[in-house]
């Protein structure tokens, strides 16, 4: 198998990508390719400890999604080679950025693991983590730049939705707020609005009519909400190698993901379930316990759906893209999330 037959069979183990048109294989390997080149080239530092903890999540691998969903994107507008560069740069920006987000996540979560390596803030401390997040930041900030004044304006806007995202989460809803919608909002905020910046970028980038490029942004808006449901779901309702984590990691963590809180909002919850989603739950037996009422639950049942709800209004937007192999590529992970949790 060869490198790119590998890359592409990682994706579409990870985020159910289906492509059958060889030119566009092709043209997206080519294209992350050279994004990895330059996410390398980017965070290098004369600084050894600058340099290696910065390396760290970006030699550790990952989806990729956000730079993949760039260069898909960047298949709606022009093929020129200047588009071409615009868009790899974008690519390379956006991925920077969630992994800026992600060293900061680890400090907020105490992890210490993040893609199957040791996390920064457990290996040096919490301090070196939250810089070289900031450092990615600054480096996506100055990727950007050099795409015009309104990319600087979207990446300067995504940031703003990022964190307001994670403060609504780390605050929790309001007096008399729906805690339904609240998580459906910092959801929104801390997945979709990057995703649909991904989007954004690949589109007016490569020069796509202004209808696709809002169309793009949308898809990505809606699908990347999506992705986090589907996750809750898997956590609750899949095997372990299909989330790529154990079982129970929210109820461990006392995290109330969507299936949960559709529980907690029945008239009638399980009065035993409602007991143990009260707090984290650190006990192997009773996070079992939890599993296996929450697998037989309303709040279940009604993620799926909204889930479902998801998928298809991500497959309209696309509806307002020509009929090419990109637009077929994007809808298979629609299809995908779906069919993932089943």
């Known amino acids: 198998m060869s490198v790119r037959d590998g890359a592409i069979e990682e994706l579409r183990a990870s985020v159910g990508l289906q492509i059958d048109d060889e030119a566009l294989l092709t043209d997206l390997a080519s294209g992350l390719g050279s994004v990895e080149q330059l996410l390398r080239e980017v965070v290098r530092s004369d600084v050894a400890a600058v340099n290696e903890a910065a390396r760290h999540l970006v030699e550790a691998g990952g989806k990729r999604f956000r730079p993949l969903f760039t260069l898909l994107s960047g298949q709606f507008g022009s093929a020129g080679e200047d588009a071409r560069h615009g868009v790899i740069t974008a690519a390379a920006a956006v991925e920077l950025v969630h992994l800026a987000t992600l060293y900061h996540d680890d400090v907020m979560d105490e992890a210490t693991m993040r893609r199957g390596a040791e996390s920064v803030n457990a290996r040096w401390d919490n301090t070196v983590a939250i810089l ?3 450092f990615l930041f600054a480096h996506a900030s100055r990727l950007v730049a050099d795409l015009g004044t309104d990319a600087a304006r979207i990446i300067a806007e995504t940031f703003g939705e990022l964190v307001t995202g994670q403060m609504r989460e780390t605050v929790g809803p309001g007096e008399g707020e729906d805690p339904i919608e609240h998580y459906l909002t910092v959801i929104g905020q801390k997945t979709g609005s990057l995703i649909a910046t991904s989007g954004r970028f690949g589109g007016m980038l490569s020069d796509a009519p202004a209808e696709h490029v809002e169309a793009l942004r949308r898809f990505g808006d809606i699908i990347g909400t999506a992705f986090q449901i589907s996750d809750d779901i898997i956590d609750i309702d899949s095997p ?6 154990s079982q129970g990691t929210d109820l461990r963590e006392g995290v109330k993901t969507l299936p949960m809180l559709y529980e907690l909002a029945e008239d009638r919850p399980d009065p035993r379930l409602a007991q143990l989603l009260s707090g984290p739950v ?27 709800g998801y998928a298809q209004r991500a497959r309209t937007e696309l509806a307002a893209l020509p009929p090419t192999p990109a637009r077929d590529a994007c809808e298979s992970v629609a299809d995908y999330l779906v069919a993932r949790t089943h």
């Open 132 to 134: 070289t997040g900031d």
């Open 240 to 245: 372990s190698d299909e989330s790529g984590k």
């Open 282 to 308: 650190t006990d192997d037996a009773e996070v079992a316990e939890a599993l296996t009422l929450l697998r037989s639950s309303r709040g279940l049942e009604r993620a799926r759906t909204t889930l479902s």
